[in-house]
């Protein structure tokens, strides 16, 4: 309903323009005539005398465009350009709230790898956020300065950097690295640069990433990131076989969380730590409302999210594989959701990547949408930012 009423205010200010821009008035054409009429009962005799004669003058034209903007308003032409302009409008609402990349998988195909395809090969998202495809990271004194004064890839090597310390992993320790949903690999790269001594190995389900992250690589030189094709909730990697587990917004994609996070405590080493962050949905009870189960039904399903869970939900996926120690959650929404916004703002302000590949348009619109409208459910509380971290025992 809100977007009827939405569509509603603007065919109805798209008449008030037309008639506006074809010069006509209704709203001032009663004025002159009053203000003449009141004028003439208070001013002196020769005033009066004066501004009888020029009255008609002025009213005249007054009421004849009040008579012309009617006949405006009555003519069917403008009401067939409004019709097709609240047509228009209305066709946009509801397609831009009907979510069109929904989660599908069979054994041949995955949803999440063709959308991911799509957006490493078209160069549009590497344009926008770099080799990061993660939300950045505010301090309080950012975001009080004004988060559009901050750069917007620095932010993602902010956010690498303060998870990296939220891990309290001793990294002079570290020698073999898993990145799980590692994108283009710019993460696995940067952490690969920042311990030289590590190994660092990075996978993911879309086999465009994979290529273009082993490509990178090879350009910038760092010999110790690998990248492999693979599903994260098939890995056939040895039991204990990594230091650091490491992720960042991949548990959304995936459609099962209990074995996301199984197979992660698995080829971790004991002794070693686990550390992901992930896109969360509010813990329940008390349940959804109407606005937010729609609001979350959008949210899986333009992206291609199987669906989300709780913060809570994964520490007690974690301390359910029986293995994991320490267990320990943060929200970092504060820190984080001035990405959404600012994702947004980079392209207003450098739009020819996408002006120059008009066959990206609707999908760029829509992908502006769902950044808003993420803004917005992470705003409100209905989605939270989760940071989640554990050790494994050592048996």
Request: net charge positive.
């Amino acid at each position: 309903m809100g977007g009827m009423r939405c569509t509603l205010r603007v065919a109805v200010l798209c008449l008030a323009l037309v008639v506006q821009a074809r010069g006509f008035s209704v709203v001032h054409a009663r004025p002159v005539v009053g203000r003449a009429s009141r004028l003439g009962r208070d001013a002196p005799l020769s005033v009066r005398a004066e501004r009888a004669a020029a009255a008609p003058v002025a009213a005249r034209p007054a009421v004849q465009m009040g008579f012309s903007a009617l006949q405006l308003v009555t003519n069917p032409r403008t009401w067939s350009i409004v019709t097709s302009i609240f047509v228009l409008l209305l066709f946009l609402s509801r397609s831009l709230s009907t979510p069109g990349r929904k989660y599908a998988a069979t054994d041949d195909s995955n949803s999440v790898q063709k959308e991911y395809n799509a957006w490493t090969n078209d160069g549009i998202l590497e344009y926008y956020w770099g080799e990061h495809i993660h939300l950045g990271y505010y301090t309080d004194p950012e975001l009080a300065a004004g988060y559009k004064k901050k750069d917007f890839i620095q932010a993602k090597y902010d956010f690498i950097d303060e998870q990296l310390k939220w891990s309290g992993a001793q990294t002079d320790k570290l020698t073999c690295i898993l990145d799980v949903g590692c994108g283009i690999g710019g993460t696995s790269r940067y952490l690969a640069k920042k311990l030289p001594l590590a190994t660092v190995t990075g996978i993911s389900i879309s086999d465009a990433q994979i290529a273009r992250a082993t490509a990178l690589a090879t350009q910038q030189g760092v010999a110790n990131a690998k990248f492999e094709l693979k599903d994260a909730l098939k890995m056939d990697y040895p039991d204990n076989s990594f230091d650091m587990v490491w992720a960042i917004e991949s548990g959304e994609h995936m459609p099962d969380k209990k074995k996301y996070v199984e197979e992660m405590a698995r080829v971790l080493k004991p002794g070693g730590t686990l550390v992901f962050a992930t896109w969360c949905q509010r813990e329940t009870p008390p349940d959804f409302n109407p606005t937010e189960r729609a609001t979350l039904d959008f949210l899986y399903g333009e992206w291609t999210h199987p669906y989300f869970i709780s913060i809570e939900e994964y520490t007690r996926l974690m301390t359910g594989t029986g293995v994991l120690e320490s267990v320990a959650s943060d929200d970092w929404v504060k820190e984080t959701i001035a990405s959404w916004r600012h994702s947004i703002w980079v392209g207003v302000w450098d739009p020819w990547i996408v002006v120059r590949k008009p066959w990206t348009w609707w999908k760029t619109l829509r992908d502006g949408v769902t950044l808003e409208r993420m803004h917005r459910a992470f705003d409100c509380g209905l989605m939270r930012y989760g940071m989640l971290k554990a050790t494994k025992k050592f048996v």
